[in-house]
């Protein structure tokens, strides 16, 4: 907190540049004062409420509905179930390409998962849908669901994750492992995660005719837009979304799930706006997750501790009728040198909703072993851990053989392992104990996330007042967008951040592309410092082409704009307004768009990643096996830093995410039904603030001249890569018992170990 107020008091030197400034969030003061409406808080006059009726099977038919019983009651105003669902104009199966990904939407009586749609009752009120959704009282033909790691035969997924190969590797790691002085294999599991941010999916849905007028949390308008005017047969210009606001997303939000569309099918078939709000169980099988893994990673050394081979082999579970694939061994391709590096996935279909993109998905997945596994051979080895990773990080990417863009990882260990303490850790584990005889464990885990970006658009005006506009359809999840995108804003039209008007979070606008990948800030960030950039030319035109302007003659490349002012580059003295400019041509207000796409050459040229270490310090009862970790500090690399009070958020919302894979996060899937038996957040645990004491994220400086023009990298799934793994390294150095099975429950440290 001091550190952040002490940034905070430096604002004021800076003047001129808004980039960098560690700004509040601009939408703090609406968030806390309950101003910033949500989806879920909009009542259009009229509306009605719908609430979706969901299997409690994982596999079978609904062989029967109840619909008069739901009907007779006096709220209801209808039922929708698969025998009268008005007609889509595309099949919600049909797949056309690989991320558009199936959905429930009432088009049969199968069920192919637990909380699966199987109707929609909407009526007067939220009391009566919910009441006329049990009145439903469904019966099935049950059958046997099949569930978990070992459901089916596997096979060798087409791709994994967003379209990675699914096996590749460099050289031989059987005769590396052959050739190892030292050898370790393990095998690590990591539970099903189900997204649960604090904001449910919602919608609230009005029709005028063809037109379509939605409230609801959206992490991609654009590709919302798309996907519903295909189901609607309705063009994406008739559809108007709103998002300003969203209570997290985390990747659940990418792509409009099932149950959104279901609130616009509802508000079609009634003739009125309908709102549709998903119980917290209901988020639970139709709006992604994060699958489990099962890993088997074999690593060799030479007798110095140097990496020969890694074989990171993958099993995961996908849906029965759809694709996507858990990419857990891609994180052994980027991160440690070996001669020999071998990396596969195979899966099993088992009767679950789609498992999907959850915040670093494969990438903390795929950490978790990967940084277990070089703990473990570190130990062999008998190195310290962090010396072990000194040793081993790779200087180019080992599968591509790429050489990164920029890599400060280094500067991270050094930076970190300081700041912790780390030097002063015994190599042995069940060394240290605090007063009150509690047993401390120290671990380290490296951090690194790809660094992408995809298509955005912006649009930019400065007009004659002197104020500027900029337009995009971005997303602020709650990570500070509108705020980090605002501070670009303003520096690329050379204004004062309160001169600036920031639009955002609505689908009329150019398109920013997905809020995903961690690419957002580079992407739309991108698109809106070409747009003041193309603003600024066309206002600097005007000044140097005529005689009356003191900056006649300097020629575009030859001004710099700031502080609402054009001044001549080589001559700061000679300066004109905007205002100036504008009122002189005549123009009530200037105009510009840009536009952002990843860098083909540079992308072939260069790895491109973010990097950081994590230190963990965990304390554990040596008589109830209780974990408690206590202290967490992460030194990152990850570019130029756009608002380090939110880019520090981000990361330890990260490293947070990191601590509850290890430690807390699974959903419990009952093997007989297929049911998530804790599908609430009573007993779905995540970390509350008595779980995290202290964290803390150092930013390591970076300058990235490839990444992209403004050097930007992500900062959002990073902080749970490396995290994950220091805690669980943290826990064996502790107690000197190591659980292969994530999270570590203290049942499983016991079991393994009566402490
Ligand atoms: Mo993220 S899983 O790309 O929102």
Same mark, same amino acid.
Not at 221 to 250: E, K, M, N
Not at 450 to 468: H, V
């Given at each position: 907190?001091?550190?952040v107020a002490r940034?905070?008091a ?10 960098g400034?560690p700004?509040?969030r601009?939408?703090?003061?609406l968030k806390?004062?309950g101003?910033?409406?949500y989806?879920?808080d909009?009542?259009p006059v009229?509306m009605?409420y719908a609430v979706?009726a969901?299997s409690? #099977?994982a596999r079978?038919r609904?062989?029967f509905?109840?619909?008069?019983a739901a009907k007779?009651h006096?709220g ?6 698969p025998?009268?669902r008005?007609a889509?104009?595309?099949?919600p199966d049909?797949?056309s390409?690989p991320?558009?990904?199936r ?6 009586d199968?069920v192919r ?6 109707a929609?009752?909407i009526a007067?009120t939220?009391?009566a849908?919910?009441e006329?959704?049990?009145l439903?009282a ?12 070992d ?5 060798v ?9 699914a096996e590749e590797?460099?050289?031989d790691?059987?005769a ?6 030292k050898?370790?294999a393990?095998t690590?599991?990591?539970?099903a995660?189900?997204h ?9 849905a009005a029709w005028?005719g063809?037109?379509?007028?939605i409230d609801?949390?959206?992490q991609?308008l654009?590709?919302?837009q798309v ?5 609607f047969?309705?063009s ?6 709103r998002s ?12 409009i799930?099932?149950p959104?569309?279901l609130?616009a099918?509802a508000?079609?078939?009634v003739?009125?706006p309908?709102?549709l709000?998903l119980?917290?169980e209901q ?6 997750h994060r699958?489990t893994?099962?890993q ?12 020969l ?5 993958t099993?995961?579970v996908?849906?029965?009728f759809?694709?996507?694939f858990?990419p857990?061994s891609?994180?052994?391709?980027t991160l ?5 590096i ?5 899966a099993?279909?088992?009767d ?5 993109f959850?915040?670093a998905?494969g990438?903390a997945?795929g950490s978790?072993a990967?940084?277990?596994?070089v703990?473990?051979?570190?130990h062999?080895?008998g190195?310290?851990?962090l010396a072990?990773?000194?040793?081993n990080?790779a200087?180019?990417?080992?599968m591509?053989g790429?050489p990164f ?6 500067e991270c260990?050094a ?7 780390w030097e002063r850790?015994?190599l ?6 605090d007063?009150?005889?509690f047993l ?6 490296t951090?690194?996330f790809?660094?992408?970006m995809f298509?955005?658009n ?7 007042d002197?104020?500027g ?6 997303h ?6 509108w705020t ?5 804003a303003?520096d690329a039209?050379?204004?004062? #951040? ?6 955002s979070?609505?689908s009329?606008l150019?398109d ?13 960030g991108?698109?809106i410092h070409n ?8 206002l600097?035109e005007?000044a140097?082409g005529?005689e009356r302007?003191?900056?006649f003659?300097?020629g575009?490349?030859?001004v710099?704009a700031?502080g ?7 001559d700061i003295?000679r300066?004109e307004s905007?205002t100036d ?5 005549g123009?009530a207000?200037?105009?510009g768009?840009?536009t952002s796409?990843?860098?083909p050459v540079a992308?072939?040229d260069y790895?491109m990643?973010?990097h950081?270490?994590v230190?963990?310090?965990v304390?554990v ?5 209780q974990?408690?970790v206590?202290?967490v500090v992460?030194?990152f690399?990850?570019g ?12 330890q919302?990260g490293? #947070?995410?990191?601590v509850s ?5 699974q959903?419990v899937v009952d093997p ?8 609430n957040?009573?007993?779905y ?5 008595a779980d ?5 994220a150092?930013l390591v400086?970076?300058?990235d ?5 403004l050097g #930007?990298?992500?900062v959002?799934?990073v ?5 994950a793994?220091?805690?669980?390294n ?7 018992v190591?659980?292969r099975k994530?999270?570590?429950t203290?049942?499983?440290?016991i079991?393994?170990?009566p402490?």
């Amino acid at each position: 907190m001091a550190e952040v107020a002490r940034m905070q008091a430096s604002t004021h030197v800076r003047h001129g540049s808004n980039v960098g400034q560690p700004l509040t969030r601009r939408d703090g003061v609406l968030k806390v004062t309950g101003a910033a409406r949500y989806a879920a808080d909009h009542h259009p006059v009229g509306m009605l409420y719908a609430v979706l009726a969901v299997s409690t #099977i994982a596999r079978g038919r609904v062989a029967f509905l109840d619909v008069a019983a739901a009907k007779a009651h006096p709220g209801v105003v209808e039922v929708i179930t698969p025998a009268n669902r008005p007609a889509l104009a595309r099949d919600p199966d049909e797949k056309s390409d690989p991320f558009t990904f199936r959905l429930d939407l009432l088009q049969s009586d199968r069920v192919r998962y637990v909380n699966q749609p199987i109707a929609v009752v909407i009526a007067e009120t939220l009391e009566a849908a919910t009441e006329g959704a049990t009145l439903l009282a469904p019966r099935y033909d049950i059958e046997p669901a099949r569930v978990g790691l070992d459901a089916a035969e596997s096979f060798v997924p087409p791709a994994v994750g967003p379209g990675y190969p699914a096996e590749e590797h460099r050289g031989d790691v059987g005769a590396g492992l052959a050739a190892s002085a030292k050898t370790i294999a393990a095998t690590y599991e990591t539970a099903a995660q189900y997204h649960n941010p604090m904001e449910p999916h919602a919608i609230v849905a009005a029709w005028d005719g063809d037109t379509l007028s939605i409230d609801t949390p959206s992490q991609g308008l654009a590709l919302a837009q798309v996907r519903l005017a295909g189901l609607f047969g309705i063009s994406p210009a008739d559809i108007h979304i709103r998002s300003p606001f969203l209570g997290g997303g985390f990747g659940c939000k990418g792509m409009i799930s099932g149950p959104q569309v279901l609130g616009a099918i509802a508000a079609r078939a009634v003739g009125r706006p309908v709102k549709l709000v998903l119980r917290r169980e209901q988020m639970f099988g139709p709006v992604g997750h994060r699958a489990t893994t099962r890993q088997t990673l074999r690593l060799g050394t030479d007798q110095d501790g140097k990496l020969l081979a890694l074989d990171h082999r993958t099993k995961t579970v996908s849906s029965t009728f759809d694709d996507f694939f858990e990419p857990a061994s891609a994180a052994s391709r980027t991160l440690y040198a070996s001669a020999a590096i071998a990396t596969s996935h195979e899966a099993v279909r088992a009767d679950i909703g789609t498992p999907l993109f959850m915040r670093a998905p494969g990438e903390a997945t795929g950490s978790i072993a990967l940084e277990s596994a070089v703990d473990e051979m570190a130990h062999a080895c008998g190195m310290d851990p962090l010396a072990f990773r000194l040793e081993n990080y790779a200087e180019v990417e080992p599968m591509s053989g790429k050489p990164f863009s920029s890599k400060a990882l280094r500067e991270c260990y050094a930076k970190g392992a300081a700041r912790f303490g780390w030097e002063r850790r015994p190599l042995a584990p069940r060394q240290m104990r605090d007063r009150d005889g509690f047993l401390v464990g120290w671990g380290v885990g490296t951090a690194t996330f790809p660094a992408l970006m995809f298509a955005g658009n912006a649009r930019a005006a400065l007009r004659r007042d002197g104020s500027g506009v900029m337009e995009i359809g971005a997303h602020d999840m709650g990570q500070g967008a509108w705020t980090a995108l605002a501070q670009i804003a303003a520096d690329a039209l050379g204004l004062d #951040i309160d001169q600036l008007e920031f639009r955002s979070g609505t689908s009329d606008l150019p398109d920013a592309g997905i809020a995903g990948g961690s690419a957002h800030t580079a992407t739309a960030g991108l698109a809106i410092h070409n747009a003041g950039a193309d603003v600024i030319a066309r206002l600097a035109e005007l000044a140097t082409g005529d005689e009356r302007s003191p900056l006649f003659g300097a020629g575009n490349a030859g001004v710099i704009a700031r502080g609402g002012r054009l001044f001549r580059r080589d001559d700061i003295s000679r300066s004109e307004s905007f205002t100036d400019i504008l009122a002189r041509a005549g123009l009530a207000h200037i105009e510009g768009r840009g536009t952002s796409a990843a860098d083909p050459v540079a992308q072939a040229d260069y790895a491109m990643h973010s990097h950081g270490a994590v230190f963990a310090e965990v304390k554990v009862d040596p008589d109830l096996g209780q974990m408690r970790v206590t202290r967490v500090v992460g030194a990152f690399a990850a570019g130029r830093i756009i608002n380090p009070r939110m880019v520090q958020s981000q990361l330890q919302g990260g490293m #947070i995410w990191g601590v509850s894979f290890a430690l807390h996060e699974q959903a419990v899937v009952d093997p007989r039904s297929g049911r998530p038996m804790n599908a609430n957040l009573a007993e779905y645990h995540i970390p509350v603030n008595a779980d995290v004491p202290s964290l803390e994220a150092i930013l390591v400086e970076e300058h990235d001249p490839h990444v992209n023009a403004l050097g #930007i990298k992500g900062v959002g799934e990073v902080g749970i890569t490396g995290t994950a793994g220091a805690v669980a390294n943290a826990v064996w150095h502790a107690t000197g018992v190591r659980v292969r099975k994530f999270p570590i429950t203290l049942d499983r440290l016991i079991e393994r170990h009566p402490m």
